[in-house]
């Protein structure tokens, strides 16, 4: 079955990937661009298994795909802020700055992935990533303890 990509996807070159991820990120050369690309994908090539990965990895750009798919995914899981510091200590970047990087790259692959496909990765992935791919963080709400009866009220 051949996975449906979103909208953006159909027909995207990996040099129109590029120069989108260059305006939507301000950076100054597509070379900077680039590397946020690799860097990003790689990253997320090690969060990501089983079929979420393949779909994935279909719906890129080859050269895209090929930097994540090129990653073996690692058993450790990372939360969405554990992810970015991860990443930045890899780059050598900042945390604040790799957050942007993080986040202009996975909103391009949340629009090119398509609203089923992206919602199986962020199944896939432990708390925080939602708000990496640019989507709401939605958590189940904590069911408020019932009131304990005042220690007096229990001995009657």
């Given at each position: 079955m051949k996975p449906q990509a979103g909208a953006d996807a159909e027909g995207m070159t990996y040099d129109q990937l590029v120069e989108r991820v260059r305006y939507d990120g301000a950076y100054p050369t597509r070379e900077r661009a680039e590397a946020v690309i690799h860097a990003v994908l790689a990253a997320l090539g090690r969060r990501?298994?089983?079929?979420e990965r393949v779909e994935l990895a279909a719906v890129l750009p080859t050269e895209a795909a090929r930097t994540f798919t090129a990653q073996i995914p690692e058993t450790e899981q990372l939360t969405g802020w554990e992810?970015?510091?991860d990443l930045a200590s890899r780059t050598g970047g900042t945390a604040a700055t790799t957050r942007w990087d993080t986040g202009t790259v996975l909103a391009l692959v949340a629009r090119l992935a398509g609203e089923d496909l992206?919602?199986?990765v962020i199944d896939q992935l432990p708390a925080g990533y939602a708000l990496l791919f640019g989507r709401a963080e939605l958590t189940q709400p904590t069911m408020?303890?019932?009131a304990r009866a005042p220690q007096a009220a229990r001995a009657a």
């Open positions: 990501l298994s089983g079929d992810f970015v510091k992206l919602a199986r408020p303890r019932p």
